[in-house]
T-cell receptor, first 115, second 111 residues
Framework: DADVTQTPRNRITKTGKRIMLECSQT?????MYWYRQDPGLGLRLIYYSFDVKDINKGEISDGYSVSRQAQAKFSLSLESAIPNQTALYFC??????????????FGAGSRLTVL | QQPVQSPQAVILREGEDAVINCSSS?????VHWYRQKHGEAPVFLMILLKGGEQKGHEKISASFNEKKQQSSLYLTASQLSYSGTYFCGTESTGTASKLTFGTGTRLQVTL
C-alpha cells in the first residue's frame, strides 16, 4: 500500500459543484501539504498543516479550503468549482527529522477537470 | 515567490552531462531537488542545507551557494532513466517548513 493515498485519482465535475479531495498517510508524519500542478507553472502550495490544530494558507489558497481531520488525514475542498481550477493536485507529507528541513513524500495525484 | 530554474528544457544523448540551475531572491535555509517522470508523482532526489549538510542520491550531485542563493544539480553520464522534469524547491530562512518550487526543467535523454 502507498504511504500517501489520494482519492479520487480522477474526477470530472461541473462548474459550481462542491468537490472534496482526500489524502491519508501511513508515514506518521505531522506535516501535510496540498499542491497544485499546472503545465509550465510547477507545483504551487495551496495549504499546509503542521498538526491537527495548525492550518496555514499557501501561495494560492483563494477558492480552496482544507480540513485536518486527524494526524493522518488532510482534505482539500473546492466549495464552488470553476474551470480554472482544472489541474493535477498533489498531497504531500514530511517530517523535520533531517536537521529541521522537510523532505516531501508525494501521493500519486488527483486529476480534477472542471467543465 | 518561486525560485527560477534554467534551462527550461534540455535534450541529451545517453552518457552526456547536464547542469540544472536554481536561483532564489530570498535567503535560503535549504534547497531540495525532485524528479517527476511523466504521469507520476515527484520523487525526492537531494536536499542541501545552509551550512553544508546534505543528503541525497548516490549518482546525482548538487551544490548550494548560500551567498548567491543558488543551487545547481549535476547529472553526469546520463542514463535513459534520468529523463523527466526536475524541480528545485526552496525553504527560506524564517519560513522553514514551507517548500516553494520552481517551474521545472524538462530533461530528455536519448540513445
Amino acid at each position: 500500500d502507498a504511504d500517501v493515498t489520494q482519492t479520487p485519482r480522477n474526477r470530472i465535475t461541473k462548474t459550481g459543484k462542491r468537490i472534496m479531495l482526500e489524502c491519508s498517510q501511513t508515514k506518521g508524519h505531522d506535516r501535510m501539504y496540498w499542491y497544485r500542478q499546472d503545465p509550465g507553472l510547477g507545483l504551487r502550495l495551496i495549504y499546509y498543516s503542521f498538526d491537527v490544530k495548525d492550518i496555514n494558507k499557501g501561495e494560492i489558497s483563494d477558492g480552496y479550503s482544507v480540513s485536518r481531520q486527524a494526524q493522518a488525514k488532510f482534505s482539500l475542498s473546492l466549495e464552488s468549482a470553476i474551470p480554472n481550477q482544472t489541474a493535477l493536485y498533489f498531497c504531500a507529507t514530511s517530517d523535520s527529522s533531517f536537521s529541521g528541513a522537510n523532505v516531501l513524500t508525494f501521493g500519486a495525484g488527483s486529476r480534477l477537470t472542471v467543465l | 515567490q518561486q525560485p527560477v530554474q534554467s534551462p527550461q528544457a534540455v535534450i541529451l544523448r545517453e552518457g552526456e552531462d547536464a547542469v540544472i540551475n536554481c536561483s532564489s531572491s530570498k535567503a535560503l535555509y535549504s534547497v531540495h531537488w525532485y524528479r517527476q517522470k511523466h504521469g507520476e508523482a515527484p520523487v525526492f532526489l537531494m536536499i542541501l542545507l545552509k551550512g553544508g549538510e546534505q543528503k541525497g542520491h548516490e549518482k546525482i550531485s548538487a551544490s548550494f551557494n548560500e551567498k548567491k542563493q543558488q543551487s545547481s544539480l549535476y547529472l553526469t553520464a546520463s542514463q535513459l532513466s534520468y529523463s523527466g522534469t526536475y524541480f528545485c524547491g526552496t525553504e527560506s530562512t524564517g519560513t522553514a517548513s514551507k517548500l516553494t518550487f520552481g517551474t521545472g526543467t524538462r530533461l530528455q535523454v536519448t540513445l
